[in-house]
């Protein structure tokens, strides 16, 4: 039968807890995993050893999660991560194995740093203890006639002063004023506190700004706040598909939309519990490091997760024995020339004055530089008036691409026209762009003073338009500037050439120009150019010499705004003409466009008209919160894409390493593909120092990659409370006698160092335990770690254990980011979770059991509340029943009826199928089978055996339990300990065996069979209520008759040979394609009713549609099943009395038309 909830005699566990209220419930629970955790903590259940001689070993399994930053608190979204390598620990425990979760505490780089610095500036800027913060900035929400509505939420501290008021200040340039004054009242918005008020709107073509400034009770005033988005009357245009309004009325509207307030570092604070008095300790970063990582170890605890704490640990130099574990590693990687030094393009941020990596940064991981040719176009004269007088020296503008060997075919340039510009000085010349783009090349080395650039002008776009130019390689002695409204100033430098002849976008803007000069205030001379072919490219089994024009002509491009064609003729343009073209024109005629690239950016930048330089490929922020650039640095660096070393890495991916789904597989391929050089060195931040080159300080992603092959070791240096090695080794070893030649002895069998202080016996106990335990078995870890720690890891693995893949990872599971109840955890969404808080709200079991049922692929997971409100309610009953079955009088005995036999065989097969399910770590398919089917099947059985006026069997609700409590022990531990206990069994049932057992698969059909017969009884009894029947008619089909036989064999024979049905296949049943006098034509439409069941059924259960027999007799199940069928038909005002079964070819049967409707497997059914 199949197993889903069914009502019963007998109470369900639920019902059973439905007595005592959920807080009662939860307090029960939470006291259970007090006790239980307790137990463990003293039995030392989770510090796993290799097998001494002579204890049994059955094999090892070594998890390990990435190791949090400690800048805060652990969270939901780390518990959900976590977990799933927890769970794969308990399921190998299960089996037998020596399964370890060792679980360090990352403290190296900037995230901690940046957190102590802007703490630190808060103090600086507001005050201390208790600062005095801005209110929120103030939000245009609302219009009411010609003024608006605004709305800002007040200061999260006010230095313990009450708010007398507020002033709301308004400008529309340079100056601020007062606008209106506002009492200290709040009302609630979206259950947070606001303050809203009215202010006189813009007036026509005016731009407003407003901010706010807070006044407390001491008669100090606080900081003013950001300012708010401009606000601008604009004209609503009529819908002509509405009623007809107010013809052209105008009403304020927001320019753009940012993000809501930006936390102060003192307020996360605070939001982690922490006191105003103790927050000022955490300006100095070391405070952070003896701080977190011992309240992660508790909130752990917390949580029943299975870590072997001696094996803990806490990152940077503040550690001696992880410190000289690093140095090893680098002098490793710098001894197989695997680092190299130099300048290298590298995402910078100015405000720490550093390299900004992927850890580094608060928003743009993943990002790097990408390479730009900035393309030389001179203004020539007459100069436009905003550039007269200003520079005597040569005026260009800079024109970012990526497709330098195009420059042959331009025949303008464009500019924004609202966009604003820089003109500044690079000595010999005057450049002009974005003032982004400027800063972002002070930093390249292509400014006189790094870092800094001098600006001698400033100008709009529109104040450009039409000015004369000279672009480089095109055959016009001068083109113009023209106005394209599509432009981004957050990329490039603001300023594009044309090439209309080769791309989609530039023809179509071209074209649009060149036809509306009026539209666009531009003269017609400015657009008097022809096309310059100079690519010949073949489109549609022709060669196209100008595949822009062909394409946009083709597509039907009339305007820009055609931008779903313009896009496809791009991508064709663009992939096609690149990786297929020839160069037609200029100086490498003939030569592919690929390879012209190359060689025309080198000839350009050698005659002086071009440069490279490099922008970041998206917004990137550093955890000090400036917006980062890319910079030419010294460095040492990390050689991650060389040829050989990639090679070996991508075989390993290919060949080796389980990444549990092909999605994941292929991520990691692609990261191969790109990842390359990676500044592995830092100025400073926390950390291990570079060993031979001392100014560094080696960044946090460099120094995460093989550390797994410490947690081996770690016990050795850190045992018991000792995170940050400062107490003596447990077995008394100094940090400085740890030599690169002993670590080559443990992980690389080196000798045994000459005059090493550490006896060669703990030094050969030390290497078996790591040659035990390694390699890493599994790494769990969220999907973004791919792009950079997981793939280094891989790499690093390489380096180190060169030539050895056995000791190479054996496999990664990476997960998406958990939501919850379907949004982004976020502070301001006031659904941010800590692991401590989501325990203490539903106890650790609930948020184990509702974090696996979140889900368990690379998309977005969902915590949801009720799930885990709702474990609490189930975990409880399940203890509940436990404890009073044990007292019940239950049937002993053989198992001497079906529903006895089906349970037994149910249970087992939703044991098997868990089984496979916790084998590919797909936890919430294991979760439905052992928890919530397998509670359904329970269900179930006492439904039917209820029906029969029998108990349930004692050894099946015995064994019930005890599998409910072994492989929900993987997930929701506590509970099943204390259900364990109460059973009276002896030792862990974290330590016993994931249980076995032969399913029938003739069992589990009868069950599915019954099942069918209840659902089908029910939709048919349910369809004849009106008619308030008494009895049903069962007819049991023997076997097919021959028409319906025949239609089985013409289905199973036209199958295609991926057995799928060809298209139109129904159409052979049709009466005009079947012979004459054939046994189907006067059969009528009852073979087509018969050909479509029997198809959904193959679609459904595969060859099983085309058996022609059942493996069982259904009569004589049926009617042992009476009972349990006719309770499910007489309920409520129902007047049934009686169930009859028939034969189908019984000539009594009452009902022949029914009775010939039925075959095997599916019963048909008269009610009268």
Same mark, same amino acid.
């Given at each position: 039968m199949a197993t889903h909830a069914a009502k019963g005699a007998s109470p369900s566990p639920a019902k059973l807890a439905d007595a005592k209220p959920k807080n009662e419930k939860k307090t029960l629970l939470s006291k259970l995993e007090k006790e239980m955790q307790a137990e463990w903590e003293a039995k030392k259940l989770f510090e796993v050893d290799p097998p001494k001689e002579g204890e049994e070993d059955n094999g090892k399994f070594m998890a390990t999660f990435p190791y949090p930053y400690m800048n805060g608190c652990l969270h939901l979204g780390h518990a959900f991560s976590l977990l799933k390598a927890e769970f794969a620990v308990s399921y190998h425990r299960l089996q037998g194995k020596r399964s370890l979760f060792p679980f360090g505490f990352h403290c190296t780089g900037m995230p901690i740093q940046a957190a102590a610095n802007k703490l630190k500036r808060d103090y600086e800027q507001y005050g201390s203890p208790s600062p005095k913060f801005p209110s929120g900035r103030p939000v245009h929400v609302d219009d009411a006639d010609d003024d608006i509505i605004l709305e800002w939420a007040p200061p999260t501290s006010t230095g313990h002063q009450d708010i007398t008021g507020y002033t709301l200040e308004v400008s529309s340039g340079a100056e601020w004023k007062e606008a209106v004054k506002v009492g200290p009242e709040t009302v609630l918005v979206k259950d947070k506190k606001k303050v809203q008020t009215k202010a006189t709107g813009p007036a026509e073509g005016e731009k407003l700004k407003f901010r706010v400034v807070t006044h407390l009770a001491d008669g100090t005033s606080c900081h003013a706040s950001a300012e708010s988005d401009e606000v601008v009357k604009v004209v609503v245009k009529e819908d002509p598909k509405k009623p007809k309004g107010k013809a052209g009325a105008k *009403?304020?509207?927001? &320019?753009?939309?940012? !993000?809501?307030?930006?936390?102060? +570092?003192?307020?996360?604070?605070?939001?982690?519990?922490? !006191?105003?008095?103790?927050?000022?300790?955490?300006?100095?970063?070391?405070?952070?490091?003896?701080?977190?990582?011992?309240?992660? *170890?508790?909130?752990?605890?917390?949580?029943?997760?299975?870590?072997?704490?001696?094996?803990?640990?806490?990152?940077?130099?503040?550690?001696?024995?992880?410190?000289?574990?690093?140095?090893?590693?680098?002098?490793?990687?710098?001894?197989?020339?695997?680092?190299?030094?130099?300048?290298r393009p590298t995402v910078y941020s100015e405000t720490d004055k550093q390299a900004c990596m992927d850890h580094d940064r608060s928003e743009g991981e993943g990002g790097g530089p990408t390479e730009y040719t900035a393309i030389k176009v001179q203004v020539i004269e007459p100069l436009p008036e905003c550039l007269a007088g200003v520079t005597t020296k040569p005026i260009y503008l800079l024109c970012g691409t990526l497709r330098p060997e195009t420059m042959i075919g331009q025949t303008n340039c464009w500019i924004l026209p609202s966009g604003t510009y820089g003109a500044f000085d690079r000595g010999e010349e005057v450049v002009i762009c974005s003032d982004r783009a400027a800063r972002n090349m002070s930093f390249q080395d292509l400014f006189p003073e790094w870092g800094k650039t001098t600006k001698v002008a400033t100008m709009t776009g529109e104040q450009l338009m039409g000015a004369s130019l000279k672009a480089p390689k095109t055959k016009y002695e001068k083109i113009h500037l023209l106005p394209l409204l599509t432009i981004k100033m957050d990329k490039g430098t603001g300023i594009v050439t044309s090439v209309p002849a080769d791309s989609p976008d530039d023809y179509a803007a071209f074209m649009d120009v060149k036809k509306k000069p009026d539209y666009y205030k531009v003269k017609p001379e400015w657009t008097d150019f022809d096309l310059i072919p100079l690519i010949d490219v073949e489109l549609d089994g022709e060669n196209r010499t100008m595949c822009a024009e062909y394409l946009c002509q083709k597509l039907g491009v009339m305007s820009p705004k055609d931008t779903d064609k313009i896009q496809i003729a791009h991508d064709i343009a663009y992939n096609d003409g690149f990786y297929k073209g020839i160069m037609s024109a200029g100086e490498f005629k003939g030569m592919k466009v690929a390879d012209a690239k190359v060689a025309c950016k080198k000839v350009m930048i050698e005659a002086g008209e071009a440069f490279v330089y490099h922008e970041p490929d998206r917004l990137i922020k550093s955890r000090s919160g400036d917006t980062c650039v890319i910079a030419l640095i010294d460095q040492w660096y990390l050689k991650y894409g060389e040829e050989g070393w990639r090679d070996e890495v991508i075989r390993h991916v290919e060949n080796t390493l389980d990444a549990y789904t092909p999605a994941c597989k292929k991520a990691f391929i692609d990261v191969l593909n790109w990842l390359t050089d990676w500044a592995c060195s830092r100025s400073f931040g926390l950390g291990t120092m570079i060993p031979w080159d001392q100014q560094f300080v080696i960044e946090s992603l460099s120094d995460s990659t093989i550390y797994m092959a410490y947690y081996t070791l770690a016990k050795y240096f850190h045992g018991d409370d000792n995170l940050r090695g400062e107490k003596p080794s447990p077995i008394g070893i100094n940090p400085e006698d740890l030599s690169d030649a002993v670590f080559d002895y443990i992980f690389l069998r080196g000798a045994y160092p000459e005059g090493c202080k550490i006896p060669e016996e703990k030094l050969a106990t030390m290497r078996g335990e790591f040659e035990y335990f390694y390699p890493m078995d599994l790494r769990v870890s969220g999907k973004d770690l791919i792009q950079n720690h997981l793939t280094m890891s891989l790499y690093n693995h390489s380096a180190i254990w060169e030539n050895k893949p056995e000791m190479w990872p054996r496999s990664f599971y990476t997960n998406g980011w958990v939501l919850v109840d379907g949004e982004k955890m976020s502070k301001s969404l006031g659904n941010f979770k800590t692991l401590k808080g989501a325990i203490e709200e539903f106890g650790a079991d609930a948020t184990r059991l509702a974090c696996a049922s979140a889900g368990d692929t690379m998309e977005d997971a969902n915590f949801e509340i009720a799930t885990a409100n709702n474990s609490i309610l189930k975990?409880?009953?399940?203890?509940?029943?436990?404890?009073?079955? +044990?007292?019940?009088?239950?049937?002993?005995?053989?198992?001497?009826?079906?529903?006895?036999?089906?349970?037994?065989?149910?249970?087992?097969?939703?044991?098997?199928?868990?089984?496979?399910?916790?084998?590919? @770590?797909?936890?919430?398919?294991?979760?439905?089978?052992?928890?919530?089917?397998?509670?359904?099947?329970?269900?179930?059985?006492?439904?039917? &055996?209820?029906?029969?006026?029998?108990?349930?069997?004692?050894?099946?609700?015995? *064994?019930?339990?005890?599998?409910?409590?072994?492989? @929900?022990?993987?997930?929701?531990?506590?509970? @099943?300990?204390?259900?364990?206990?109460?059973?009276?069994?002896?030792?862990?049932?974290?330590?016993?065996?994931?249980?076995?057992?032969?399913?029938?698969?003739?069992?589990?059909?009868?069950?599915?069979?019954?099942?069918?017969? *209840?659902?089908?009884? &029910?939709?048919?009894?349910?369809?004849?209520?009106?008619?308030?029947?008494?009895?049903?008619?069962?007819?049991?089909?023997?076997?097919?008759?021959?028409?319906?036989?025949?239609?089985?064999?013409?289905?199973?024979?036209?199958?295609?040979?991926?057995?799928s049905f060809p298209q139109g296949f129904m159409k052979m049943f049709d009466k005009k394609s079947l012979p004459e006098g054939d046994i189907l034509v006067a059969k009528g439409k009852q073979v087509g009713q018969f050909a479509g069941m029997v198809k959904s059924q193959y679609e459904a259960t595969g060859e099983a549609a085309f058996a022609l027999e059942l493996p069982f007799k259904e009569l004589p199940l049926l009617q042992e099943y009476e009972n349990y069928l006719m309770s499910k038909i007489k309920v409520g005002t129902s007047k049934m009395e009686t169930m009859k079964f028939f034969m189908a070819d019984d000539e009594s049967a009452p009902d022949a038309n029914v009775a010939e409707n039925s075959v095997p497997g599916k019963p048909s059914m008269a009610f009268n």
């Open positions: *009403k304020p509207a927001k &320019i753009a939309a940012k !993000s809501g307030d930006a936390l102060h +570092q003192w307020d996360i604070m605070m939001g982690m519990g922490i !006191s105003e008095e103790e927050i000022t300790e955490f300006v100095d970063p070391m405070k952070w490091l003896t701080y977190f990582p011992p309240q992660g *170890k508790e909130d752990l605890k917390m949580l029943g997760v299975h870590v072997d704490f001696r094996r803990s640990f806490i990152t940077t130099a503040v550690n001696p024995y992880y410190d000289s574990f690093i140095r090893w590693q680098f002098n490793k990687l710098k001894a197989g020339n695997r680092l190299a030094f130099g300048k975990l409880f009953a399940f203890h509940e029943y436990a404890q009073k079955v +044990q007292t019940e009088e239950l049937r002993e005995g053989d198992l001497s009826l079906f529903a006895d036999i089906w349970f037994d065989n149910e249970m087992a097969r939703l044991m098997e199928e868990a089984k496979m399910h916790f084998d590919r @770590m797909r936890y919430k398919e294991a979760l439905r089978c052992a928890w919530f089917d397998f509670g359904s099947a329970r269900s179930q059985y006492y439904d039917v &055996i209820a029906s029969l006026g029998q108990k349930a069997h004692k050894d099946l609700v015995n *064994k019930w339990i005890e599998w409910t409590c072994i492989m @929900m022990s993987i997930i929701t531990p506590h509970t @099943m300990e204390a259900v364990w206990k109460m059973l009276g069994k002896e030792g862990s049932v974290l330590d016993s065996r994931f249980p076995f057992a032969t399913v029938n698969e003739e069992i589990s059909a009868k069950g599915t069979y019954i099942e069918k017969v *209840k659902s089908d009884l &029910i939709e048919k009894h349910t369809k004849a209520a009106k008619k308030e029947p008494t009895n049903v008619n069962v007819y049991v089909a023997a076997g097919y008759p021959a028409w319906k036989l025949k239609v089985i064999t013409m289905m199973k024979d036209c199958r295609e040979a991926d057995g």
